[in-house]
């Protein structure tokens, strides 16, 4: 049977290292089920560079978030004092260890960026799935996920997997890639194990 090969868009991760790294009570997501899976050889994980980046960000403004509002803002005004508050060493030190080990690590496929040959191609499809309302960092997901013939890209967010729909049904992205759910990449390995 063949190995199915899955890019994991960030929001599985992040949640994933919310439940494995950081919570006090173990729960059982999807998500974390899903790289559970992974991790135990039922199928591909792939993340990228642009995953971690989204990944340093996420955790780097959770801990400057909550130094804010521990000064009195609010969560929509973080945005405006963000510059004002730095990584503590320690809290640099956890989010560079969740990264590094992420990268390291040996159930998950980690795509370095690509140098090379990114020229005007490459941003020229970008900017079609931007044009077709996707996020920028989720165009570059979408594209590297792609270029390393993914046969599955899983994301939690119904949303994006509306717009990438609409982008393939339209024949911009030309390539045979299929956008799913956690749930529904879930039930896909399900039926795999028969």
Request: hydrophobic residues 35%; glycine residues 4%; negative net charge.
């Amino acid at each position: 049977m063949e190995h199915l090969k899955a890019y994991l868009d960030t929001n599985i991760l992040i949640e994933y290292c919310w439940i494995a790294f950081f919570s006090e009570k173990k729960r059982k997501s999807t998500a974390y089920s899903l790289v559970e899976k992974g991790s135990r050889g039922e199928y591909e994980i792939y993340i990228s560079f642009y995953t971690l980046m989204e990944i340093w960000q996420h955790f780097s403004d959770y801990y400057l978030q909550q130094r804010a509002i521990r000064d009195g803002f609010s969560y929509r005004q973080f945005s405006q004092v963000r510059q004002d508050y730095e990584l503590t060493k320690e809290e640099l030190n956890t989010v560079s260890e969740l990264v590094q080990n992420l990268r390291k690590s040996e159930y998950l496929n980690y795509i370095e960026p690509y140098t090379k040959d990114m020229g005007d191609k490459f941003f020229n499809v970008i900017m079609e799935y931007v044009r077709g309302y996707v996020d920028f960092y989720d165009a570059l997901h979408i594209r590297t996920a792609i270029d390393v013939e993914c046969k599955y890209f899983v994301t939690k967010d119904s949303e994006l997997r509306k717009r990438l729909q609409h982008l393939i049904s339209n024949n911009i992205i030309e390539e045979p890639i299929q956008i799913t759910s956690v749930t529904g990449f879930l039930q896909l390995l399900k039926t795999r194990e028969f």
